[in-house]
Each structure stands twice: as C-alpha cells, then as structure tokens.
C-alpha cells in the first residue's frame, strides 16, 4: 500500500510545473466561465460568438486545454458574460518575501 500524501491547494505546484500559478489561475477563470455558460443554458456554438472564439477552442478550455489562452482573454470572456472583473494590487505580508495572484469570486 501506498503512503497517502496531502496536496497543497494548487495541484500544478503537486505536480512540479514551473507555472503551476497561472494555470490554477486560469483553471479558476475556466471554471466561472464554464458555470456561466451552463447557467445561461448556452450551447458551445452560442457561447463562443458571444465570447470572440473559436467553438473548438471554447471546448478546449471548458475541458482545461487553456494553455493557447491569456489570462487577459479570460478575463474578456467573463466580461462578455456579463460579469466585472477587477484586479486589486496590494502589498505582501511582511510574512512572505514573494507576492502571488489569486482568484476571488464575489
């Protein structure tokens, strides 16, 4: 039997990648627009129109194949679904030498 080990809360820093922190972050972005889309009941065809992309790319990213997408059209998508985005920059804890980003969903 294995030995059981806890994960942080970023599975791509488990898994060693070197830009574990923006693909959490854009794994977050995914999962708001994909809860969108199902929440406006859109079909992938509708969705990507009303977003300014491709149907094959939308699909790609609702199955977490958004390495081809910036952050910055992320954030545009969830705009043209009708949502703010805002980006709050503030100073690290005394705590910590680095700053890092974060999702918030309000």
Known sequence: MSDIQRGSTNVYADLGMADAEEMLVKAQLASKIAGIIRQRKLTQT?????LGITQPKLSGLLRGQFRGISE???????TRLGRDVQIVVKATPRSRAEGHVSVVFA
């Open 72 to 78: 910055t059209k992320m954030l545009e998508c969830l």
């Open 46 to 50: 509708q969705a990507a129109e009303l």
